[in-house]
């Protein structure tokens, strides 16, 4: 396993929110580098499972050679449909480290950092057919629109997609050909915080990570045996967003119904508050930074 693929943020604190039994059943449907599977690794007995979902093909080089261990090449949005194929109906855990990994981001050529000038691309699944190209080329201008004021929260969305649309007489192949184009929206002082607004609301549409973390979200309580726990990890205010109004209430929208006492059917308790990286850890990890956990347990 390559040690610098992936920092594990909130390492200890994630795999202590999922309350590990010894002989449990466990999901990381976000392997990445390994580092939250091997500590849950660590604290299972000969009888305990770990189940891992990672559909970026370079995250395969880091499995782990452990008979407890499967490394499931897929999104974690289809998390009962392989789960049900490997025998496993139920589970004790699901720990959900979303966003992009560190590796993800520090290889040039993936698209996904401002940093480096790279082809347009951000899919976390390298054989997907839709690319950040396909979005900033081919997208017409409303859909643009909607994507950059819906993920990346800019409201100034509107300006931005008709300029794109209009530069598109030679294809915007590159991330430095994209900030020529987008050059008089990026302020100074503000430049890297714009771009990565841009950058966010881009790659959430090429890897439909809304969508599936929805999806995911909707198939845990089925999954998950009573006092069976969620440990997740969120980045930015839109998975946050979803990940605390589906703890609280089981729904994304609207009320959950109450019985005649007033009491409310939901299938999760929140477990203790908000957790959020030390002042330590973020100096170790920079991108820990806008990290925040949130823990439940099924009822």
């Known amino acids: 396993m390559r040690s610098s693929y992936h920092n594990p943020v909130l390492l200890k604190e994630t795999v202590d929110g999922l309350a590990v039994k010894e002989d449990g059943v466990y999901v990381d449907v976000t392997f990445g580098g390994g580092g939250h599977s091997r500590e849950i690794l660590s ?118 997609a008709r300029r794109i649309v209009e530069a598109r007489e030679r294809p915007i192949k590159t991330s430095e050909q994209l900030k020529e184009v987008i050059a008089r929206f990026l302020p100074k002082f503000k430049e890297h915080k714009v771009l990565a607004q841009i950058y966010q609301a881009i790659r959430i549409e090429v890897n439909q990570e809304i969508a599936v973390l929805k999806e995911f979200l909707l198939q845990t309580p089925d999954l998950l045996n009573k006092g069976g726990r969620l440990s997740l990890i969120s980045y930015h205010s839109l998975e946050d967003r979803l990940v605390k109004r589906f703890i609280r209430d089981g729904m994304f929208e609207g009320q959950p119904e109450k019985d005649f006492f007033g009491n409310v059917d939901v299938p999760f308790k929140k477990i203790g508050n908000l957790i959020v990286p030390s002042k330590e850890e973020i100096e170790i990890n920079n991108r820990a930074r806008s990290a925040k956990l949130r823990i439940a347990e099924k009822l």
């Open 43 to 160: 604290r299972l007995g000969d009888e305990g499972r770990l189940i891992a979902f990672d559909q970026d093909e370079d995250a395969q080089a880091n499995a782990i050679d452990d008979d407890r261990f499967t490394l499931i090449p897929e999104n974690f949005r289809f998390i009962k449909r392989y789960l049900k194929f490997y025998g496993i109906k139920k589970v004790d855990g699901i720990l959900g480290d979303f966003g992009v990994s560190s590796h993800q981001f520090d290889v040039a050529d993936r698209g996904f950092s401002t940093r480096f000038e790279a082809d347009l691309d951000m899919r976390m699944n390298q054989k997907s057919e839709l690319s950040a190209y396909h979005v900033v080329n081919e997208y017409e201008e409303e859909d643009l629109k909607r994507v950059l004021s819906l993920y990346g929260e800019l409201r100034n969305a509107g300006a931005i």
